[in-house]
């Protein structure tokens, strides 16, 4: 079939016409559809994947009840009511309408059980500060937050899986289970020793799948999109002087937005009940598993769409420096090029290998300063910390000294100044909201003072 040439077409090709014509006549097995848009990383999952995935699935999930199966998940909700279908008179070459929008997005982290449980919901709005008027009028028990790009970071999702998840969990008995993707800012010392105290089974999703197998994307957030964009298009209606949305107006909008939840994604992401061919039939089939007669070429085309040959990746570009006024073209560049070509790989050489040098002596400096440090470390026991002492905490690598807030369950809350132990510069306090649990505080040899000028604090010694 793939050899066949046909005279009518064109270059062996069917045109727009025919193939207008074979949708046509077969109206009952094809139409045409809006297709969604997936990167290719998506597209190179293979069923074996997805196999092992079930396979691991299905030791964790085992006799656990839907009221304690969670899936959670982010996405934002943005000032932008969206296009749609409108009436205008016939012949309007550009149908537009008035109504203001921007490109801001609130995030909000949702998650709810296979039962139809939906725990408070968690909003983070892309801010320094907090106002007590962005935080009324909203869902009952919602929780608010803030950082400064606006996204879920991991004090923030620290915080919400110590507020949401926790407190669901504890007053569930028997194992527990939460489903998530494998972003590693959801992922920390903290959180994992949390759920094994807990009892909670922490279980991550294939990466790249969560079109298929994030039961929130699957069946939730698409209903939940298209409903916020009708209540506001219906604020901006009765707002049109205002150029966005506020951030004190948008708890209520959240509240009429927010209901219950739909267990069907459970079920389409093969979770509850246990189901992996929910998730393996939308997997693309080969031409051994098609059960049509379909051409070879046809199957060899898709392929090479759906998994393209990768190319070399492009070479780094550099800058050109050339003289205001004039022009340049590959034969100079090319000139240039040869010219240098010398003289640069003579320098290179030498560059490589004192580069090289200072990048070993560099990181063995850094990792001896550490060291050095941590021997000179007096660990505290639980019980001998105060609230108000200072401490000396270690936070991604780095040593800092901070202030004993709160101690709960062996752990101790910290606040720590904004620049690690060494700088002696006048430096503020994190915020209160920025603290960090810690399982392990250090003996801090130096007690920071409060300056007058500035309320900035500054070491004594």
Aim: proline share 6%.
């Amino acid at each position: 079939m793939s050899n066949r040439t046909v005279t009518r077409f064109k270059n062996n090709l069917p045109g727009e016409d025919w193939a207008r014509s074979f949708i046509k006549r077969h109206a009952k097995q094809i139409r045409p559809r809006v297709c969604q848009n997936i990167k290719t990383s998506r597209s190179e999952i293979n069923k074996g994947e997805f196999v092992k995935y079930f396979d691991n699935l299905k030791d964790v999930v085992k006799e656990v009840p839907a009221d304690k199966i969670l899936n959670y998940d982010e996405t934002n909700l943005a000032d932008d009511p969206g296009q749609e279908k409108l009436i205008f008179k016939r012949g309007k070459k550009y149908p537009e309408r008035v109504m203001n929008y921007t490109k801001g997005n609130i995030s909000i982290m949702f998650c709810g059980t296979a039962s139809g449980e939906l725990l408070p919901v968690y909003v983070v709005y892309k801010n320094v500060h907090m106002w007590t008027t962005w935080t009324t009028g909203g869902p009952k028990y919602a929780r608010y937050n803030r950082s400064k790009s606006g996204w879920f970071e991991a004090i923030s999702f620290n915080d919400w899986f110590r507020t949401v998840v926790l407190p669901w969990a504890r007053k569930k008995e028997g194992k527990k289970v939460v489903i998530g993707d494998n972003l590693s800012s959801h992922f920390s010392p903290d959180i994992i020793r949390l759920c094994e105290e807990n009892n909670i089974s922490f279980v991550c999703l294939v990466p790249n799948s969560t079109h298929l197998t994030q039961p929130l994307d699957v069946a939730f957030y698409g209903p939940l999109k298209r409903k916020w964009r009708k209540i506001l298009k219906q604020w901006k209606i009765y707002n049109p002087s205002l150029t966005s949305l506020p951030k004190n107006e948008f708890p209520r909008l959240l509240k009429e937005l927010v209901e219950s939840l739909n267990t069907a994604g459970f079920q389409a992401c093969g979770i509850y009940p246990l189901n992996p061919n929910e998730v393996l039939k939308n997997m693309p089939q080969s031409s051994e598993d098609a059960s049509i007669n379909i051409s070879t070429a046809v199957i060899e085309q898709l392929k090479k769409m759906r998994n393209p040959i990768h190319e070399k990746p492009t070479p780094r570009r550099k800058q050109i420096v050339v003289e205001p006024g004039k022009s340049v073209s590959l034969d100079d560049l090319t000139c240039d090029k040869d010219d240098a070509s010398e003289h640069d790989s003579e320098e290179e050489s030498d560059s490589d290998e004192s580069q090289s040098e200072g990048s070993i002596i560099s990181d063995l400096s850094d990792q001896h300063r550490l060291s050095t440090r941590m021997e000179d470390l007096k660990p505290l026991e639980h019980n001998d910390i105060n609230i108000g002492q200072w401490v000396k905490v270690i936070h991604e690598e780095e040593l800092f000294v901070g202030k004993v807030l709160k101690k709960t369950g062996g752990e101790t809350l910290v606040q720590c100044l904004q620049k690690p132990f060494g700088i002696r510069e006048p430096q503020s306090l994190e915020r209160e909201n920025d603290s960090v649990y810690y399982q392990n505080v250090y003996e801090a040899n130096v007690t920071p003072q409060l300056q007058k000028v500035g309320r900035c604090w500054k070491y004594n010694c």
